[in-house]
């Protein structure tokens, strides 16, 4: 069992050590305080299903359904290009610091839809999980292992970014530092955006 849930719980984590759309939004979160639980508890449970999907077997979807491939790619990419505008505008305008007292917070419903879409029309999370977890699982003995070292490893991964952000706290007192980090995410979100559209 060690031996398939080792390599799946590294090969999972560094799937998703890289910073993209949704690791950038966790981050945001956690360094707003927003709703941080829900967030972690969303990003790690999504990766669940879809990693317990690709263990499964079932990594062929998008051959077996042509139009699958180009309706996420492009749904996705268009999603990504506006939320990177909204994230340079916020730049562009500034003072989108720690939230204040009394300011109103994102709701939760409106924070988790836009995870869910950061989440789910990220074709790459397909190819991560679906196609290449569920292929590499493959070559071990115990999947179900494998599978589980991979799961353990997003639920570790979200929860300690989301309440790790924390310890940036000072940092992102500054308001320049939220432009910057604003700034950051659109180009993030952009670049997601372009290598979809054009790879």
Not at 6 to 35: C, D, K, T, W
């Amino acid at each position: 069992m060690v031996s398939s849930f080792v390599p799946g719980f590294f090969l999972g984590l560094s799937l998703i050590l890289a910073i993209g759309a949704q690791n950038a939004f966790v981050l945001r979160q956690g360094l707003r305080r927003e709703h941080v639980f829900w967030v972690c508890l969303t990003c790690a449970v999504s990766d669940a299903l879809l990693i317990t999907a690709g263990v499964a077997g079932i990594g062929t979807l998008a051959e077996m359904v042509p139009w699958f491939e180009p309706v996420m790619r492009y749904g996705g990419a268009a999603f990504l290009i506006v939320y990177g505008a909204r994230n340079a505008i916020s730049a562009w305008r500034g003072g989108s610091g720690l939230r204040a007292e009394g300011q109103a917070a994102t709701s939760l419903r409106r924070t988790l839809l836009t995870l869910l879409a950061l989440t789910w029309l990220n074709p790459h999370v397909y190819l991560d999980t679906l196609v290449l977890l569920g292929t590499i699982s493959a070559q071990y003995d115990d999947r179900v292992a494998f599978g589980t070292g991979a799961v353990l490893a997003s639920f570790s991964f979200f929860f300690a970014l989301g309440y790790g952000a924390r310890l940036l706290e000072p940092l992102f007192a500054k308001p320049n530092s939220w432009r910057i980090l604003d700034a950051l995410i659109a180009l993030t979100m952009w670049a997601i955006a372009a290598s979809l559209l054009f790879n």
